[in-house]
């Protein structure tokens, strides 16, 4: 087993420029799910937890609401698309087999003919964390100075919607940073990544590569290509390790856990961030959840929680903010930054 401790790092000077996020138009409400389903009124709130969630269209895809946050963020941020040096989008769902999704971005944005570089970086939920700390090292590094972070999710598409403990709790939508170096003030304090492969199969997506391909396979094919996951696993793999994973981070920043002003948790579900809010010793007030009006948003999640919070001025330059998660793998991750 890996036990061994994060090494005393100095703070990396990165800083968020700016934030956005986008929505699809269309908004379904738990209550039209219930006569969609045939279920008694208030069933598909009781039982997710959400009241109602944006459910991309036909027209909706991963690139255009990915640009539509791009736009917001670059905006926040006075930066033109000129200025970027890099486009990275970590997505938890594919637009295409091919190419990656940075790329579909990228000509979404009207970049076509400009020759900055895009590419993905999937850790399926915890991609902006994940991304966010693999960034931080070229930027700091002088490789880049403006990059732009997008994280577009459609995952109702996926939905077996006989399954409504898994279904009802989903939501489609896009959140965007821009990224940059800090001369003081905002700063990465600590990040850590974990994965437990023991958890590989608790949340999964059989189909969309060569393992499952459809002329590679004797059985149905459309049954695979539905998103599974047998909560109660994720549940009890994820409070284990969370405790240990909050007091590592914080040793890293060398802080104590009072310090932290607000925890912006990726949106799994309501049960899962009650339950590790009380398990991490936080109280609600401290804790930014737009789970009831968004669902989980899969990567976008926790980017459009945090934008969401800048917007209505809960979050302050100058506050320490702890994000933290899991997603599929079973993978963990956590990172504690000065904003």
């Keep these: 087993m890996h036990t061994s401790q994060p090494s005393p790092l100095p703070s990396r000077a990165v800083t968020i420029l700016g934030t956005g996020h986008a929505l699809p138009e269309r908004i379904v409400t738990s ?100 991304a966010l700390d693999t960034l931080s090292w ?71 590569g060569s393992r499952y391909h459809p002329r590679r396979i004797d059985e149905p094919f459309e049954p695979l290509t539905s998103f599974s996951m047998q909560g109660k696993g994720v549940f009890r793999l994820a409070a284990k390790h969370l405790p240990n994973l909050l007091a590592e981070l914080l040793s890293q920043a060398g802080l104590q856990q009072g310090q932290i002003d607000w925890v912006i948790p990726h949106q799994a579900s309501q049960q899962a961030m009650q339950h ?26 926790l980017p459009t929680a945090l934008d969401i919070a800048v917007r209505d001025g809960r979050i302050q330059r100058g506050q320490r903010l702890l994000l933290i998660g899991t997603g599929a793998g079973l993978s963990l991750g956590g990172m504690i930054l000065e904003y």
């Design 31 to 130: 209550a039209e799910l219930d006569k969609q389903m045939g279920l008694a009124t208030g069933s598909v709130a009781r039982i997710s937890g959400v009241v109602q969630r944006h459910v991309a269209s036909s027209a909706d895809n991963a690139a255009s609401l990915g640009a539509s946050a791009a736009r917001k963020a670059l905006l926040a941020a006075g930066v033109e698309l000129e200025q970027l040096d890099l486009v990275v989008c970590a997505s938890g769902t594919q637009d295409q087999g091919m190419p990656c999704n940075a790329a579909l971005l990228h000509r979404e944005l009207g970049l076509g003919q400009s020759g900055i570089p895009a590419l993905d970086i999937n850790a399926s939920c915890l991609g902006f964390i994940a």
């Design 138 to 208: 070229p930027l700091i590094a002088g490789q880049y100075r403006r990059i732009l972070l997008v994280c577009a999710d459609i995952a109702s598409c996926g939905l077996d919607w006989q399954q409504v403990e898994v279904s009802g709790i989903f939501g489609d939508g896009a959140a965007a940073v821009v990224l940059g170096t800090s001369d003081a003030g905002p700063k990465i304090l600590a990040s850590r990544l974990k994965t437990f492969s023991e958890g590989a199969e608790l949340c999964q997506i059989r189909a969309g």
């Design 276 to 301: 590790a809010a009380r398990r991490l010793g936080f109280g609600s007030q401290q804790v930014v959840d737009i789970f009831a009006r968004h669902g989980n948003q899969v990567a976008a999640s």
